[in-house]
């Protein structure tokens, strides 16, 4: 009987210790893609701008930050984006649970149904899933690694691919999320 209550207890300690590194969705965050209700790309050079760095936090079923997550942010089907190649959609947590991924390229991909435009995984889960990742380089037709005039005029006309907030409506928080990659004008190598 004492060898089943301990074999019992390490049972029950073992599988507290794996739920410790299963992500809670409902408990992590995606900042700022939360508030926009997706994502947002931009060219790095001269810096990236502060729309296209997140800040993703993962968290457990008890509220407790995750260390050492691996967190993920893939685009499935990115038929109108393009990455720099500086880019780089992985990294770590830290001890607080805190992982911090900065968005290079440009293009937009607005999706709906069970497609995705972007998808936040740690450890695997899914904790994130948009419909919409934009960015500044974009001129109606695809990106070209720079936020140049064309862009401008594009950003101007069409609310679709340039409304960053994803509001339906052309507002000030867009033109605060186009302007830092459009002055000074940011660019990049595009990936092939």
């Known amino acids: 009987m004492k060898k089943l209550l301990s074999a019992l207890f390490v049972l029950a300690l073992c599988s507290s210790v794996a739920f410790a590194t299963v992500p809670d969705p409902s408990k992590c965050t995606v900042t700022p893609a939360d508030a926009l209700n997706g994502v947002v790309l931009c060219p790095d050079n001269p810096a990236p701008t502060t729309a296209s760095i997140y800040t993703i936090t993962v968290k457990n079923s008890s509220n407790n930050p995750i260390n050492a997550a691996s967190v993920i942010i893939?685009?499935?089907?990115?038929?109108?984006?393009?990455?720099?190649?500086?880019?780089?959609?992985?990294?770590?947590?830290?001890?607080?649970?805190?992982?911090?991924?900065?968005?290079?390229?440009?293009?937009?991909?607005?999706?709906?149904?069970?497609?995705?435009?972007?998808v936040v995984k740690a450890n695997g889960v899914v904790i994130r899933s948009y419909y919409n990742a934009k960015s500044p380089d974009y001129d109606g037709v695809g990106p070209n690694g720079q936020v140049i005039l064309s862009d401008l005029l594009a950003f101007r006309g069409a609310v679709g691919c340039h409304d960053y907030d994803n509001t339906g409506t052309m507002t000030l928080s867009d033109t605060l999320i186009f302007a830092p990659g459009y002055s000074p004008a940011h660019s990049c190598t595009l990936v092939p």
Do not use: D, K, M
């Not at 959609?89 to 999706?111: F, P, Y």
């Open 74 to 118: 893939e685009f499935p089907t990115p038929t109108n984006i393009r990455f720099c190649t500086t880019y780089n959609n992985t990294g770590t947590t830290n001890v607080s649970g805190v992982c911090v991924i900065t968005l290079r390229g440009g293009g937009c991909q607005r999706t709906s149904g069970s497609v995705y435009a972007a």
